[in-house]
């Protein structure tokens, strides 16, 4: 009997949240993974491991990517942003996190992350949408627990932090960002 075959490792080297970091693994390593236990990057959640709950999405070169659906070999020479490059301060969080704190945008949190990427590649591309257009920016990530009501009010919030039509609230101890005014 022979012996198993083992699965060649391959050096991956990807930019991600801005520091170039390396680690070795087989050449069909979804990036999820990849991220997660090679990387030690956990806040990128894995739900269905088939594209479609959305936990999973991090920003390719600016661009929402599921990354269950992505080897990671395939993201060399990209520039990969998680949930922990965007906001990573908790006495500076970005627009997106802030007004999820403040419209309760969240519950279990398990979705979180794959709503905060997708968010934010949004209101870069279109930076005050509808509440109709909010809807169909996070129609392909899925919430079990929200309703998605409060989401979709973050969303709109989320926009008007970005264009500064609002004062942000001081941080207040014990609520991540402040509270909202």
Same mark, same amino acid.
């Given at each position: 009997?022979?012996?198993?075959?083992?699965?060649?490792?391959? =050096? @991956?080297? !990807?930019?991600?949240?801005?520091?170039?970091?390396? *680690?070795?693994?087989?050449?069909?390593?979804?990036?999820?993974?990849?991220?997660?236990?090679?990387? /030690?990057?956990?806040?990128?959640?894995?739900?269905?491991?088939?594209? @479609?709950?959305?936990?999973?999405?991090?920003?390719?070169?600016?661009?929402?990517?599921?990354?269950?659906?992505?080897?990671?070999?395939? *993201?060399?020479?990209?520039?990969?942003?998680?949930?922990? #490059? +965007?906001?990573?301060?908790? =006495?500076?969080? $970005?627009?997106?996190?802030? &007004?999820?704190?403040?419209?309760?945008?969240?519950?279990?949190?398990?979705?979180?992350?794959?709503?905060?990427?997708? +968010?934010?590649?949004?209101? =870069?591309?279109?930076?005050? %949408?509808?509440? &109709?257009?909010?809807?169909?920016? +996070? $129609? #392909?990530?899925?919430?079990?627990?929200?309703?998605?009501?409060? +989401?979709?009010?973050?969303?709109?919030? *989320?926009?008007? !932090?970005?264009?500064?039509?609002?004062?942000?609230?001081?941080?207040? %101890?014990?609520? %991540? /960002?402040? /509270?909202?005014?």
């Amino acid at each position: 009997m022979s012996e198993p075959a083992t699965e060649q490792q391959h =050096e @991956v080297t !990807i930019t991600v949240n801005g520091v170039p970091r390396t *680690a070795t693994a087989p050449a069909r390593r979804l990036l999820s993974d990849f991220l997660r236990h090679d990387l /030690g990057l956990t806040g990128t959640h894995v739900g269905c491991e088939h594209g @479609v709950c959305g936990a999973c999405t991090v920003l390719v070169d600016g661009e929402p990517m599921r990354s269950c659906l992505m080897f990671a070999v395939s *993201a060399q020479a990209h520039e990969v942003t998680t949930v922990e #490059g +965007i906001g990573h301060d908790p =006495e500076h969080l $970005s627009p997106v996190q802030q &007004a999820f704190a403040e419209c309760h945008g969240l519950q279990c949190g398990f979705c979180t992350p794959g709503f905060v990427t997708t +968010i934010t590649a949004y209101l =870069e591309e279109n930076p005050d %949408p509808t509440e &109709a257009e909010a809807r169909e920016a +996070i $129609s #392909g990530n899925l919430c079990r627990c929200t309703g998605y009501q409060n +989401i979709v009010k973050a969303v709109g919030r *989320a926009a008007e !932090i970005r264009r500064g039509l609002v004062e942000l609230a001081p941080p207040v %101890p014990g609520y %991540p /960002g402040g /509270g909202p005014r």
